[in-house]
């Protein structure tokens, strides 16, 4: 590391060179030259195939902010993907959302979670439907209060299933709020 | 590298797997890592460096000094990302991989690390590209004043303002 910078930025630097390591997929050579030699710039050399169904695979709880998130496909893989919870037999990732601001008489209960990773404490175990959001799509959960001293969590959580939710999440987003979606500014 | 770096060029250019196996062994997390932060998104950056190892694979450059092989790999990587940001907005999808690796992060680290995604993003791909470049990959600064064609001082003072705007950025996390 070089001699010009300070404690403070050192400091920095160290943690963007864990942010980089834990962030860059991790992958095999072999399936990166079978991809590339195969051709196809779509092709994907995942290089975790392998690892797939091994029950000793770490999971990576991986928690997906919606602060400034579009709700893109998110990727399933061992050992790169985001926190999951099931609610009703249906499988949702599990998102931080720190700047959703819901008044709590507008929450109407639509099950019970069944299941989720992620050691977050909650107030209760349903997952509650927004007004005017497909719960297929979107859900939301209560966080226990107290939380949100020890973690920057916020009030609740978000459970997310495939594309589409973002935009009919945008009015219970603080539009003042550094961590709320661009398009919901 | 292992092996010459000529000769793993080579190798490539004769269709040799081996050679080009050796050389992802020795480069995919750079280029990996790299373009991760240019791009702030695991999915993009996977597709932004297998692009390039593809083209190192159909179109081997005919490099007049084959040992700035990896800057060359460098250069397309970024060059991929920029594109890939480009093409995915990625911009606006930050944050799905902040604790991807295969590690177990509780939910502190992981908000950390999702902060320190946002406040990159606040930064430009020129700077990000730089900042991993100098830091994560660690080139020194000739090297990295080499690879993007400005001065080493140019890249120190860039570097600063960089890092002074991510520390910014931080601290109105807070």
Redesign the interface.
């Known amino acids: 590391m070089s001699d010009d910078l300070d404690s403070v930025d050192q400091a920095l630097v160290q943690r963007l060179r864990l942010y980089a390591a834990a962030g860059a997929p991790k992958r095999t050579p072999g399936s990166v030259v079978a991809a590339a030699v195969a051709g196809g710039s779509s092709a994907r050399a995942r290089g975790t195939a392998s690892l797939r169904g091994l029950v000793a695979v770490p999971l990576v709880l991986a928690i997906v902010a919606v602060g400034i998130v579009g709700f893109t496909s998110f990727v399933s893989e061992p050992g790169s993907r985001p926190a999951r919870a099931i609610v009703d037999g249906t499988q949702y990732d599990v998102a931080v959302a720190r700047s959703l601001r819901v008044p709590e008489d507008v929450l109407v209960p639509f099950a019970q979670l069944t299941s989720m990773e992620g050691g977050f404490k909650l107030a209760d175990n349903t997952a509650y439907s927004l007004p005017d959001v497909d719960p297929s799509k979107a859900l939301v959960l209560r966080l226990e209060p107290g939380q949100r001293d020890d973690l920057p969590l916020g009030d609740y959580l978000l459970l997310v299933r495939g594309d589409g939710a973002e935009a009919h999440l945008c009015p219970y987003f603080d539009p003042a709020s550094p961590a709320t979606p661009p398009r919901c500014r | 590298m292992s092996s010459p770096v000529t000769a793993l060029l080579d190798g490539v250019m004769r269709r040799s797997?081996a050679a080009?196996?050796?050389l992802?062994?020795e480069m995919?997390?750079d280029l990996?890592?790299l373009?991760?932060?240019i791009t702030?998104d695991?999915?993009a950056?996977?597709?932004a460096v297998?692009?390039t190892?593809?083209t190192?694979?159909?179109r081997p450059p005919n490099l007049r000094q084959p040992e700035r092989l990896r800057s060359w790999l460098l250069s397309v990587a970024a060059n991929e990302a920029r594109q890939v940001v480009r093409r995915r907005?990625v911009g606006?999808?930050?944050?799905?991989?902040?604790?991807?690796?295969?590690?177990?992060?509780?939910?502190?680290q992981?908000?950390?690390?999702?902060d320190?995604?946002?406040a990159l993003?606040t930064l430009s791909v020129d700077d990000r590209e730089l900042?991993?470049l100098?830091?994560?990959l660690?080139l020194s600064?000739s090297e990295v004043a080499a690879h993007l064609g400005i001065s080493p001082e140019g890249v120190?003072s860039r570097a600063?303002r960089a890092?002074s705007k991510?520390?910014e950025e931080?601290r109105?996390?807070r």
């Open positions: 797997e080009f196996s050796e992802v062994a995919d997390t990996l890592r373009a991760f932060l702030a695991s999915d950056a996977r597709d297998q692009t190892w593809e190192l694979w159909r907005r606006a999808s930050l944050e799905r991989r902040a604790t991807g690796g295969g590690e177990l992060l509780d939910p502190e992981a908000v950390a690390n999702m320190l995604g946002r993003l900042l991993t100098r830091y994560v660690e600064s120190r600063r890092l991510l520390r931080l109105d996390e």
